[in-house]
């Protein structure tokens, strides 16, 4: 099993979780993070450090979020590791109320420039 990052980060993008994850199995994008599953151990320390709880075990992934199980897989292929914490998206907080916000992903890699 791996821990998977739901649409509840989008435009949010807040990092506490980086901070606690022991392999780095963060990836970081645009407007989002996500889990690459072959680095994850399941230690589930992340789940509680996230502000929006956009993070959940696979295997408890509410069925309307299914779709980031390989959305997480599929980008984290793409987006460089993020090791430490950052600041959270300058309109972080307004977006954290905002729900079914997939089409506002960016799928854009953190380094990748606009």
């Known amino acids: 099993m791996t821990h998977v990052v739901t649409e509840s980060c989008i435009r949010c993008k807040y990092t506490d979780c980086v901070d606690v994850c022991p392999v780095d199995a963060f990836r970081a994008g645009k407007n989002m993070l996500v889990i690459e599953p072959d680095d994850c151990i399941d230690c589930a320390l992340c789940i509680p450090e ?3 709880d ?4 696979e295997e408890d992934v509410p069925a309307d979020q299914q ?3 390989d959305l997480n897989a599929r980008l984290a292929k793409q987006w460089p590791v993020i090791i ?3 600041l959270a ?3 972080a907080e307004e977006w954290a109320k905002v729900k079914d916000k997939l089409d506002q992903l960016d799928e854009r ?3 990748q420039k606009d």
């Open 50 to 52: 996230c502000p929006v």
């Open 67 to 69: 779709t980031f199980i």
């Open 84 to 86: 430490r914490s950052r």
């Open 89 to 91: 998206l300058p309109d």
């Open 54 to 57: 956009a993070i959940f075990v």
């Open 109 to 111: 890699a953190d380094n």
